[in-house]
């Protein structure tokens, strides 16, 4: 666990085509936050597209070369865009009858969650072990204890589709112990959701016009993945809700305070989000996921942003994922890339007054995967 401490002024840059690739790491407080996707881990954009992908470009044109250079503000790695290709979704199957009854009288259990996941199956399945919530075979075991997943199942890992069916499986399993296992919504499930629904559909950008199919490709989506998505996985994701308040934990996927455009309650942001996916309209749903990709809003803003969200919505500190741990110890930086030995994570990261908790360990950068017992004892 790391305690870091508040970081210097927004950086002030110029849009530019740079911005159709939905770069990951862009202050949530730049001047064209407002407009600007800000996808996770994008990459450069050369090379994507030689085998006959989609332009990100809505008119076809090929995007332009940019050697060297990057926008402030962004840090490229070599492994943002990983493309893994692999077989068939390696699954444990497990007999759901086997779950262990639930203790009478039993009061909730633990509480525990779980970062960012992005596709890595087996090192989810490795972390949960070594919590103790399931067992050898992949069973829930961990009785009447309480997990959450703060989102960002798929892309840039080789098995986001055997991630989901995980977490399904694991929901039955932990609910018939007497416990739960539970999911909140991550800008990658918006971009999935709207990759499979609209595809190459023309959305308007901050910098131009943009479609949910380039951004996915831009931003690490595995066509296994897409080959395998299934409608339940699909009703699944669009059901999830965007925040909850547990033990005074305030869960969100995103270092945002994006929450707060779509709602004065959980209940309410939680139903606009879900009543936005429902219009299926292509325009709402670029900006819901625009808005969910933003990120640093606590680093930058630090206590004053945390006290915003949880002034609306209760609870005396914010648990989140979405920004890797080593950029918000801005231990990384352009000129060092993936080749400069970033910092070890351990655990959260427990910035902004003690405030906030990130739980994205940078699995995508060859870091940990998180899962963590609430409250933390800093």
Known sequence: MTQGAGQGPEVVRTATLRDFRVPGYVHETGPYAQDTPHGEGAGPMTARYASGESSPYASGEAPPEFPGEFSEGYTPTQRDLPVIHRGDTQQVVVDPSGAPAPAPGAGPGPLYVVGDVHGYLDQLVAALQAKGLVDAAGNWSAGTSRLWFLGDFTDRGPDGI??????????????????????????????????????????????????????????????????????????????????????????????????????????????????????????DCWDLFRKFTRRFAFRDEGAEAVHALLGAYGGTRIVHGHSPIPYLLGEVNPEDGEAGAGPVIEGPHVYADGLAIAMDGGVTMAGKLLVQQLPLDI
């Open 162 to 283: 055997g991630v989901i069916d995980l977490v399904m499986r694991l929901s039955a399993e932990a609910a018939a112990a007497g416990g739960y296992c539970k999911a909140l919504m991550g800008n990658h499930e918006l971009l999935l959701l709207g990759a499979k629904r609209f595809g190459d559909t023309p959305v308007s950008s901050g910098a131009g016009t943009a479609t949910f199919q380039a951004a996915w490709l831009l931003n690490g989506g595995q066509k296994t993945d897409m080959d395998r998505l299934q409608d339940h996985h699909l009703q699944w994701m669009a059901r999830l809700d965007a925040m909850e308040l547990v033990d005074g934990h305030l869960l969100v996927h995103s270092d945002t305070t994006a929450y707060l455009d779509y709602g004065d309650s959980i209940e309410a942001v939680n139903d606009t989000v879900r009543e936005t996916l429902t219009r299926n309209d292509a325009e």
